[in-house]
């Protein structure tokens, strides 16, 4: 059973950046795809990206395109979203999940989720 500690939230004016991390424990972290995920208070949780098991292959929401970068260190087990020109919309708790596989895009194929940070943005 994997367990992924989420960390780097914070609060942050609009057009800021921030870097999230995802620490994973076990051995098998580099075979599998990892993902992230938020969640906005009275809100359904929207996916917002994901990496394959090496890296070279990621997938971002529309939301996030071209502001938000997912990678990852499989030497330390670990994930990150680095988030720039932050909005207000983008105010959320934010968390990682490994795939069911090496490269996973639905959001159905993602479990093993993290506690979250959260993450405001201010105007």
């Known amino acids: 059973q994997v367990q992924l500690v989420e960390s780097g939230g914070g609060l942050v004016q609009a057009g800021g950046s921030l870097r999230l991390s995802c620490a994973a424990s076990g051995r098998t972290f580099s075979n599998y795809a990892m993902g992230w995920f938020r969640q906005a208070p009275g809100k359904e949780r929207e996916f917002v990206g994901a990496i394959s098991w090496s890296g070279g292959s990621t997938y971002y929401a529309d939301s996030v395109k071209g502001r938000f970068t997912i990678s990852r260190d499989n030497r330390k087990n670990t994930v990150y979203l680095q988030m720039n020109s932050l909005k207000p919309e983008d105010t959320a708790t934010y968390y990682c999940?490994?795939?069911?596989?090496?490269?996973?895009?639905?959001?159905?194929?993602?479990?093993?989720w993290g506690q979250g940070t959260q993450v405001s943005v201010s105007s």
């Open positions: 999940a490994r795939g069911f596989g090496s490269w996973n895009i639905s959001p159905r194929e993602f479990g093993s």
